[in-house]
Nanobody
Framework: QVEFVESGGGLIQPGGSLRLSCSAS????????TGWYRKAPGKERELVAY???????DYADSVKGRFVISRGEIRNKLYLHMNNLKPEDTGVYYC?????????????????WGQGTRVTVSS
């Protein structure tokens, strides 16, 4: 069974930067559709960013220009570089992956889903 472990979250002040990492127990993250979701208290899960098997990327409007999603070329990892963080970015961040289903907003039934890493942005 493939498992995912997210890391890199923490407490940071507004304007700061963090890099989240998602490590897979098997080397699939460069051949599966992958993405990052986040869940804020009292809100629905939100698709933050995704990257396709061909390398195409897209982002939620709220993070465009600030976040960058990428895959490791050697290691079985998915990254999310987060810059100019805002309090609104606070939440638990999850990596997802699927061999068939594309990663799209509003869909949650993916083949693999990590357990999350918490990001808190506070002054």
């Amino acid at each position: 069974q493939v498992e995912f472990v997210e890391s890199g979250g923490g407490l940071i002040q507004p304007g700061g930067s963090l890099r989240l990492s998602c490590s897979a127990s098997e080397n699939i993250l460069r051949t599966y559709a992958t993405g990052w979701y986040r869940k804020a208290p009292g809100k629905e899960r939100e698709l933050v960013a995704y990257i396709t098997t061909s390398g195409s990327v897209d982002y939620a409007d709220s993070v465009k220009g600030r976040f960058v999603i990428s895959r490791g070329e050697i290691r079985n990892k998915l990254y999310l570089h987060m810059n100019n963080l805002k309090p609104e970015d606070t939440g638990v961040y999850y990596c997802v992956a699927d061999a068939v289903r594309p990663i799209v907003s509003g869909e949650y039934d993916y083949e693999f889903w990590g357990q999350g890493t918490r990001v808190t942005v506070s002054s």
